[in-house]
Nanobody, 124 residues
Framework: QVQLVESGGGLVQAGGSLRLSCATSGRSFSTYGMGWFRQAPGKEREFVAAISWSGGRTAYADSVKGRFTISKENAENTGYLQMNSLKPEDTAVYYC?????????????????WGQGTQVTVSS
């Protein structure tokens, strides 16, 4: 079992930055791929970014490409999502997800472990 806990969300003005963290416990984080998804009110949960278990492959939604960066620090058992140039449309609850030997998949169904989410609100 892997437990995931997100942190780092909050309220920020448009153009600002936030760094989300996803702390893990359980099995070795180095063998897990990770993804970030988000869900805005009234909308389905959508893919944001993903990284393979080795860290060698990353993927981003077109809407965040060039603004967000996903990373994982195996020694800290923690994954990160650096979010720059935030826009009001980035407002959502952000979830991290993990999958054993994950290759950086972009679909929700590929992930077996999920955190509880952290709220990100971007004001205009």
């Amino acid at each position: 079992q892997v437990q995931l806990v997100e942190s780092g969300g909050g309220l920020v003005q448009a153009g600002g930055s936030l760094r989300l963290s996803c702390a893990t416990s359980g099995r070795s984080f180095s063998t897990y791929g990770m993804g970030w998804f988000r869900q805005a009110p009234g909308k389905e949960r959508e893919f944001v970014a993903a990284i393979s278990w080795s860290g060698g492959r990353t993927a981003y939604a077109d809407s965040v490409k060039g603004r967000f960066t996903i990373s994982k620090e195996n020694a800290e058992n923690t994954g990160y999502l650096q979010m720059n140039s935030l826009k009001p449309e980035d407002t959502a609850v952000y979830y991290c997800a993990a999958q054993f030997l994950g290759v950086g998949a972009v679909t929700r169904e590929a992930y077996g472990y999920w955190g509880q989410g952290t709220q990100v609100t971007v004001s205009s």
